[in-house]
């Protein structure tokens, strides 16, 4: 799983940098973000999905997995960046419901 | 259409492709079908299919018939795994996972809530001895709490996007999952 990690002020930020994220990505993205969280203490993160143009439901289980550990922590996750279908597995799924979903970096950075 | 995969070859067959491609040609776009929305939803439906295959199939080989009729698809998955995994929502440990046909005679309830993120649920209707139906309800909006948001999607996904969702145990001890949708 290919991921670029960057930091901005003090929030987190993970490009998921390959066009697909299934189930054959998720443990390993799971494991990678909280490894971050519990050994960087982090409590500030974003996910940028913008090179991703097709997510599984089994990657989508992943995120809400680490954003429930986040939590935990008084801390937040929040996503960037997504297509059309990934927009439509974030409806299908209701995650919109749990994720502060944005389009700019920015703006995403600021919101913390 | 009537196509066999190994399990091992799931990963990286054009099987999906050629599913998509022949559910797509006979679909028929009107006012009410979206062509790029339906492209995306059985995307996503095959999708879900196979990794669900991947993940529950003990045996080696997963079949895939898809047929028409009339207005619809009807995608049927047939496996020689153990049965269905059914976990009724809200319970925790793993005693409650249920293993249907076998554990049919502990379900005492014949409609059974497997899904819930607030908006939405999954209910499994016992159907006979051997049949399971699932159907997604509206429930909400209800506020849910993060730690109790579920993890695992697929049920809700194919209700959400299919006209019927139907696992049935066969005589010969094979497990088969139908999918069934409008597309014209």
Redesign the interface.
Known sequence: MLLEISKENEVTIVVIKQKRA???DAKEFKEKILDLIETGKLTKMIIDFSEVN?A???F??AL??S??RI??NKGDIKVLGLS??IR??FE???LY??FEIFDNRQDAVNSF | MKISVLKEDLHGTNVLEQLQNEIISNAVVSSHIDEDMLCMHVSILLHEMFTNALRHITGSVATFDLTFEDDSFCLAMETDGDGFKLKPFNVSGPETVFLFPRDRLLLKDREITVYNDGESAVICNIEDNSTLIFRADKIGPNVIQIDEFPEHYGLSIFTQLCDSVIYRRTAKDTDIFTLKKKIR
């Open positions: 299934t189930m054959e097709f599984d439901s089994t989508m289980g809400v997995a954003l429930k939590t935990s059309q279908p439509a597995m299908l799924t209701r419901k749990i």
